[in-house]
C-alpha cells in the first residue's frame, strides 16, 4: 500500500521524464527528481533556463554542422587547425571523443545520421551537400569515422562513389573499434590508434 500512497502525479512525471535520458535508470532517475525537489527554488529555476536557453541559442555550426551558439563553431574557427583534413562524423558527440583524444588537429563534418533505408533515412536527410562543396578545397582529406555497422559501411560507400574523380584523398579509421560500437564511448587511446593508422580507401 505504501508506494501507491507515495505515488504522486508531479513526481511520478518528473522521474519518468528523467529516466526517458539516456544512461538514467529508474533509480537514478528518482534520486534525481528528489534531490531537485530539496533544491531553493533559484537553483532549480537556474536549471531549467540552462536547459531552455541552451535548447533555443544552441544550433548546428553553418561549416560543419557541430552544435554551437555562433554561426561557426571554435573548432572551425582555429586558425591553427587544418582546414583540409576533415573528418566526417555522424553525430556533434563523435566529436567529443577526438576531442578528447588530443591527437586530432584537423576540423569535423558531422552527417546528422546515416543512410538507412529501413528507417526512411536517405543521402537528401543528411548534411551531404556541404560535404561534397568542403571536398572542393585543395588537397583534402576525409577521414571516414562512421560506425562498423551496415548503415555506416553503406553511407562510407556511397561517400567515395559520389567523390570517384575527384582530387580526394579518402581514408577510415583502422579496425581498432568494435563493430556496431558507438564511437562516442569509445577510450580516448582506441580512438588515437585509429586515427594513426586510418587505413586508405579507393
Ligand atoms: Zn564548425
Redesign the pocket.
Given at each position: 500500500m505504501l508506494d501507491a500512497d507515495i505515488k504522486e502525479t508531479l513526481i511520478e512525471n518528473l522521474i519518468g521524464q528523467l529516466a526517458g535520458l539516456p544512461s538514467i535508470g529508474r533509480k537514478t532517475a528518482q534520486r534525481l527528481a528528489y534531490h531537485i525537489l530539496a533544491q531553493d527554488s533559484s537553483a532549480v529555476n537556474e536549471l531549467a533556463r540552462t536547459l531552455t536557453d541552451a535548447k533555443s541559442r544552441i544550433h548546428a555550426?553553418?561549416?560543419?554542422?557541430?552544435y554551437?551558439e555562433r554561426e561557426?563553431?571554435?573548432?572551425?574557427?582555429n586558425g591553427r587547425r587544418q582546414q583540409n583534413m576533415i573528418c566526417v562524423v555522424e553525430k556533434p558527440a563523435d566529436i567529443l571523443a577526438f576531442e578528447r583524444s588530443g591527437s586530432y588537429l584537423g576540423?569535423?563534418h558531422v552527417l546528422g545520421g546515416t543512410i538507412s533505408p529501413l528507417d526512411g533515412i536517405g543521402p537528401g536527410d543528411l548534411n551531404f551537400a556541404r560535404l561534397w562543396e568542403r571536398s572542393r578545397q585543395s588537397q583534402v582529406e576525409l577521414i571516414l569515422a562512421l560506425n562498423t555497422n551496415a548503415e555506416g559501411e553503406a553511407t562510407a560507400s556511397y561517400i567515395v562513389q559520389k567523390l570517384q574523380g575527384m582530387p580526394v584523398r579518402i581514408s577510415r579509421l583502422a579496425r581498432g573499434i568494435p563493430v556496431g560500437s558507438e564511437l562516442e564511448y569509445v577510450d580516448e587511446l582506441t580512438v588515437q590508434r585509429a586515427l594513426e593508422s586510418r587505413v586508405e580507401m579507393g
Open positions: 555550426c553553418a561549416s560543419c554542422g557541430n554551437t561557426t563553431c571554435r573548432i572551425c574557427g576540423v569535423y
